[in-house]
Structures are given as structure tokens and as C-alpha cells.
């Protein structure tokens, strides 16, 4: 699987939009583009996925460049539950189904 | 709405004593997957049963065994604890089949080894 690079840490405040940012330069044509997250104490939930166009769910949008070689996760309003470290991940649609986890990015929400 | 349960929540080993750490899903997922998470890092995979009657060996399968004993549940054992191994174990599952599936995850389970 090829490799993302997130930036270590990021915040917000209550109720502003907010962009996490994904680099993958290196993503196949068969990788598909999925988030989680991990809230404190927790384990690790399922945010959203995308290949090729953006797509949007009741938790966020993931917004895909053309070229593919960076995404970005936009949380609409964030809320001080949203405070947890995003992972980016790329996923092979021929390969096994295990995720292959990064540090990903710490977001902090100040109310 | 349980998902995937994982028992116990909390454990203290002596190094060299042995454990089996218990995961069960609800959801009729084929794939299930065994996680540990060192403090400041990201998941690394340990095991993995793609179905029920298969296991396979992750990034860090040394020290480790496990067993697919039906489709809902998937036990980890430590047969001789190490230090090393202190470390949160979270377990996972998800439906069969290639492409993006989401992986549905457990709260894990605290280990300390002394």
C-alpha cells in the first residue's frame, strides 16, 4: 500500500469547518482514499472512503484532487466531540481488507 | 447496538504468564482482525481471519496465536508474556469480499506486563 503524509496536529474552533489534508503522491489507480478516526480511549471509527470523486456522508465530505495525489477531509461544523486523531489511509481494492495506520493528525476543538 | 465486545477491558501480567484476550462481533462480519496500538503510534496487525476457519499472520505476528473458534468470535493469546507486548489490543471486523469494506472496532484491551 502506498504511503500518506498528514500533518502531525491541527485545531479548531467549536463550530468552524475544518480541513485535514492528505498527501498520497505515490496512490495507484486501484487505492482507494479512506478515513478514520479515534477519539479518546477508544477504538478506531470509520469516517468515509473515495476513489476518484468527492464524496459526502452524514459525518463529513472527502474532497479528491483531480490527480489524486492529495485528499482532504472537511468536518462542516466542529464540535468538541470531534477532537481525535484522523488517520488517512490507502487501501488496494485487489489486496487483503487490513488497514495499515500512520501517526495521523491530532485535532484539537476549543470551545 | 454492541458491534464488536472485547474482554477483558483491563489486565496486569507477571512476564512469562499466559492470557487469551476475547473478541466477539454481532454482526455477521466474515473478516476479523487483531490490532495492538503502542502508545504515539498507529494500529499495527497482528492476525487476521479472513473467514471462519483461517487465520493469517499480520505485521507483528512474534509471540502471538489465535484462534477463529466460530463466525462471531476471534480470541488473541499471549502463551508467554513479555514487557514488550504491554500494549493496547483492539479488535476489528468487517464484511467479506476485496474493495473498501469498513473495519467496525472494539474499545480494546488495556495490557500492562511487568
Known amino acids: 500500500d502506498a504511503k500518506t503524509t498528514q500533518p502531525n496536529s491541527m485545531e479548531s474552533n467549536e463550530e468552524e469547518p475544518v480541513h485535514l489534508p492528505c498527501n498520497h503522491s505515490t496512490i495507484s489507480g486501484t487505492d482507494y482514499i479512506h478515513w478514520y478516526r479515534q477519539l479518546p480511549s477508544q477504538g478506531p471509527e470509520y469516517v468515509i472512503h473515495?476513489?476518484?470523486s468527492n464524496v459526502n456522508n452524514r459525518m463529513a465530505s472527502l474532497a479528491i484532487a483531480e490527480d489524486r495525489k492529495s485528499s482532504t477531509l472537511i468536518l462542516h461544523r466542529a464540535t468538541l466531540r470531534d477532537a481525535a486523531v484522523y488517520y488517512c489511509?490507502?487501501?488496494?481494492?485487489?489486496?487483503?481488507?487490513?488497514?495499515?495506520f500512520g501517526k495521523g493528525t491530532t485535532l484539537s476543538v476549543s470551545s | 447496538n454492541a458491534g464488536v465486545t472485547q474482554t477483558p477491558k483491563f489486565q496486569v501480567l507477571k512476564t512469562g504468564q499466559s492470557m487469551t484476550l476475547q473478541c466477539a462481533q454481532d454482526?455477521?462480519?466474515?473478516?476479523m482482525y487483531w490490532y495492538r496500538q503502542d502508545p504515539g503510534m498507529g494500529l499495527r496487525l497482528i492476525y487476521y481471519?479472513?473467514?471462519?476457519?483461517?487465520?493469517d499472520k499480520g505485521e507483528v505476528p512474534n509471540g502471538y496465536n489465535v484462534s477463529r473458534l466460530n463466525k462471531r468470535e476471534f480470541s488473541l493469546r499471549l502463551e508467554s508474556a513479555a514487557p514488550s507486548q504491554t500494549s493496547v489490543y483492539f479488535c476489528a471486523s468487517s464484511e467479506a469480499g476485496q474493495g473498501p469494506r469498513p473495519q467496525h472496532f472494539g474499545d480494546g484491551t488495556r495490557l500492562s506486563i511487568l
Open positions: 481471519s479472513a473467514s471462519e476457519g483461517t487465520t
Open positions: 454482526m455477521n462480519h466474515n473478516s
Open positions: 473515495g476513489l476518484t
Open positions: 489511509i490507502l487501501r488496494d481494492r485487489q489486496a487483503g481488507t487490513a488497514l495499515i
